[in-house]
T-cell receptor, first 110, second 116 residues
């Protein structure tokens, strides 16, 4: 069965303090790994798609990378507005189910 | 481009009552999903439609939950009768026709259900 494990569960950073979030996955044929941001009371907002090992995507202070077993979301010099829950999801072959991890709650203090 | 629309935003019901949620996906999106998100957890897939057909409902509690997608566009998710543990946010999402490489899904704001 496809599984996605995210760590840490929660992360507290000072403004400007860079760090990384981890997403480990087990999937029967990867057809995409997706990162989302979710603010309280809102639906997940799409950030990145990664398809193959070695691929990287960047957006402002965020960079996502992918290996054959895990993905990292690197946050460089975060700001308080980056505070949110970051969710990782994978699609498999076959019916391409979209399976989510439990997320990492990020809090950036000024 | 209009996003995924869901209604209502909030709903409070007593246990054993029934409730229905509505979703209108992004125009032209063939795939529609319903997820259940319990507080502090990631979204859990309940059912996935490809056009009118169900492609996965393995985690849908079929004794109380039902879903349909009308003419391959709008969808409704119903719970009857509701239990306390059904308290959660119900998220609808849609994505364009799947190719070999999976496409991203776009989410609505969700419906927060409280069962008392």
């Amino acid at each position: 069965e496809d599984q996605v494990t995210q760590s840490p569960e929660a992360l507290r950073l000072q403004e400007g303090e860079s760090s990384s979030l981890n997403c480990s996955y087990t999937v029967s044929g990867l057809r995409g790994l997706f990162w989302y941001r979710q603010d309280p009371g809102k639906g997940p907002e799409f950030l990145f798609t990664l398809y193959s090992a070695g691929e990287e995507k960047e957006k402002e202070r965020l960079k996502a990378t992918l290996t054959k077993k895990e993905s990292f979301l690197h946050i460089t010099a975060p700001k308080p507005e980056d505070s949110a829950t970051y969710l990782c999801a994978v699609r498999n072959t076959g019916f391409q189910k979209l399976v989510f991890g439990t997320g990492t709650r990020l809090l950036v203090s000024p | 481009e209009a996003g995924v629309a869901q209604s209502p935003r909030y709903k409070i019901i007593e246990k054993r009552q029934s409730v229905a949620f509505w979703c209108n996906p992004i125009s032209g999106h063939a795939t529609l999903y319903w997820y259940q998100q319990i507080l502090g957890q990631g979204p859990k897939l309940l059912i996935q439609f490809q056009n009118n057909g169900v492609v996965d409902d393995s985690q849908l509690p079929k004794d109380r939950f039902s879903a349909e997608r009308l003419k391959g566009v709008d969808s409704t998710l119903k719970i009857q009768p509701a239990k306390l543990e059904d308290s959660a946010v119900y998220l609808c999402a849609s994505s364009s026709r799947e190719s070999y490489w999976g496409t991203e899904a776009f989410f609505g704001q969700g419906t927060r259900l409280t069962v008392v």
